[in-house]
């Protein structure tokens, strides 16, 4: 299918590689089908897009990669709404505040994306751990 995005125009994706989210996003409850959608030259990276909305669109990275001593516990209901039986089954994205200098930049580490990725169907998980910012510097790394 063919979908129109934020940041690379119009482009093809299989109706295989988008992700479902049965509860939106918070803010964005309605937009329910999304596609991740690679940054060219940049694999830290993606754009996780919706597929009805051209303007909703966010840039994700792996948490892990940026935080290192990032870890949380998955919720009873994402597990459920998920159907997650091991964590092997799951990804994790946080959502990133773009700004200039980059360094500047911030991810979302209290409301991680999760997707389990053999039913193609993700969510929002809100934390309650204070440990972690919903806005976390870039640029400050592993602490």
Do not use: C
């Given at each position: 299918?063919?979908?129109?995005?934020?940041?690379?125009?119009?482009?093809?994706?299989?109706?295989?590689?988008?992700?479902?989210?049965?509860?939106?996003?918070?803010?964005?409850?309605?937009?329910?089908?999304?596609?991740?959608?690679?940054?060219?030259?940049?694999?830290?990276?993606?754009?996780?897009?919706?597929?009805?909305?051209?303007?909703?669109?966010?840039?994700?990275?792996?948490?892990?990669?940026?935080?290192?001593?990032?870890?949380?516990?998955?919720?009873?209901?994402?597990?459920?709404?998920?159907?997650?039986?091991?964590?092997?089954?799951?990804?994790?994205?946080?959502?990133?505040?773009?700004?200039?200098?980059?360094?500047?930049?911030?991810?979302?580490?209290?409301?991680?994306?999760?997707?389990?990725?053999?039913?193609?169907?993700?969510?929002?998980m809100i934390l309650n751990d204070t440990h972690f910012e919903?806005?976390?510097?870039?640029?400050?790394?592993?602490?």
């Open positions: 299918m063919q979908i129109q995005t934020k940041f690379h125009g119009s482009v093809h994706i299989e109706p295989t590689e988008t992700w479902h989210f049965p509860k939106g996003l918070p803010g964005f409850e309605e937009e329910t089908k999304f596609a991740l959608l690679p940054i060219e030259g940049n694999t830290a990276f993606q754009v996780l897009q919706s597929t009805k909305n051209t303007n909703t669109a966010f840039i994700v990275a792996n948490p892990y990669t940026i935080v290192d001593n990032y870890s949380f516990e998955i919720d009873e209901p994402t597990i459920d709404l998920l159907e997650i039986t091991k964590p092997e089954d799951i990804m994790v994205l946080g959502i990133l505040s773009m700004k200039q200098p980059f360094e500047q930049s911030t991810i979302n580490l209290q409301a991680p994306l999760i997707f389990q990725l053999h039913n193609k169907t993700a969510k929002q919903v806005r976390h510097s870039i640029g400050k790394g592993g602490n």
